[in-house]
T-cell receptor, first 112, second 112 residues
């Protein structure tokens, strides 16, 4: 069974631009969550989706948004990029029976 | 607000040693606790999941314990190997959904 797949793995943007990251969960997993990892703040929860509905949201500005499609794939978008948005963005999907979370390799965003 | 602390922040041991990583959390009303490992520049690999009703879980050379009343979990690694070198993170879920609160991690280096 394939793991959580995230694309792109690396990207470089400039301030003011926007970016869209994609995540495909493990087959059969219907809930997806996103996390931001930075050296200063560690891992922080962004949001969670289940059956195309946002179920929970972390403490991030409205520039951070996401969505989930009917096939459980998810995207997150960051608009008007700031230097502080440079981070590793991790996606996870959840095994509904055990509650265990499985993470992808992440998308490394650098904002110049 | 749940806070998760991991001690020590870094640990260096010779190959073959048994070691213990510590994780403490402030709110004992948790749903489950999960241990992950992260290699540099990579995503998170799930190691063990402990449900709130469980006291411990084992996988190979790894054993994780949970003491909800004292707000503590420990990850025991037996007969450490250089391949165990990584950052180890514990994360707590309070709701059973995907919002995890992560500790800051313990960076482990096992020398041959």
């Amino acid at each position: 069974k394939a793991g959580v797949t995230q694309t792109p793995r690396y990207l470089i943007k400039t301030r003011g631009q926007q970016v869209t990251l994609s995540c495909s969960p493990i087959s059969g997993h219907r809930s997806v969550s996103w996390y931001q990892q930075t050296p200063g703040q560690g891992l922080q929860f962004l949001f969670e989706y289940f059956s195309e509905t946002q179920r929970n949201k972390g403490n991030f500005p409205g520039r951070f948004s996401g969505r989930q499609f009917s096939n459980s794939r998810s995207e997150m978008n960051v608009s008007t990029l700031e230097l502080g948005d440079s981070a590793l963005y991790l996606c996870a999907s959840r095994d509904r029976e055990t509650g265990e979370l499985f993470f992808g390799e992440g998308s490394r965003l650098t904002v110049l | 607000k749940q806070e998760v602390t991991q001690i020590p922040a870094a640990l260096s041991v010779p190959e073959g040693e048994n070691l213990v990583l510590n994780c403490s959390f402030t709110d004992s009303a948790i749903y489950n606790l999960q241990w992950f490992r992260q290699d540099p520049g990579k995503g998170l690999t799930s190691l063990l999941l402990i449900q709130s009703s469980q006291r411990e879980q084992t996988s190979g050379r790894l054993n994780a314990s949970l003491d909800k009343s004292s707000g503590r979990s420990t990850l025991y690694i037996a007969a450490s190997q250089p391949g165990d070198s990584a950052t180890y993170l514990c994360a707590v879920s309070s709701t059973g959904f995907q919002k995890l609160v992560f500790g800051t991690g313990t960076r482990l280096l096992v020398s041959p």
